[in-house]
């Protein structure tokens, strides 16, 4: 219990603190919230891919981080357009195919590329760290292509 407490942190904070570099790399500021919400985006992530094969490929692994991510920005979109619960953050009104101002497709199409980084993050952070996975490998293009992890070394590999 005390195990998956501390991977479980470790994952949020690494989502929690590359969201919000990111954010302010481009934006100049971020939110905490926001923060928040990239941390909560990778454990939930690692948590589909606990459930799901690695036979799944890649993409479709993606995807479901980008609905993912495009729903919590939606919730928290709304719940700050229609409130003064929290701040508005974020307006997509200048955007193409928006709904709202609170969520637009090119942002989607960006959530899956960070959902493809945030599943690498997460399975090297299980594999390498914690060791409680097999060496991570993804499928795409229905198995063309494969990607696989280095494996680890050993200690008894190691050359004194």
Known sequence: MYDKFIKNLILFLTGFCIYITIETVFRGYSYTLMGVCGGLCVVILDKINDRISWDVDLFWQALCGSLLITTMELVIGEIALHTSLI??????????????????????????????????????????????????????????????????????????
């Open 87 to 160: 701040p508005v953050m974020w307006d997509y009104r200048t955007m193409p195919l928006n709904y709202d101002g609170v969520i637009c497709l090119p942002f989607s199409i960006a959530w899956l590329f960070m959902s493809i980084v945030a599943i690498f993050l997460a399975d090297a952070i299980n594999y390498y760290v914690f060791e409680d996975t097999v060496v991570p490998h993804y499928l795409l293009f229905g198995g063309k292509f494969v990607i696989v992890f280095r494996k680890k070394k050993c200690d008894t590999d190691r050359r004194l």
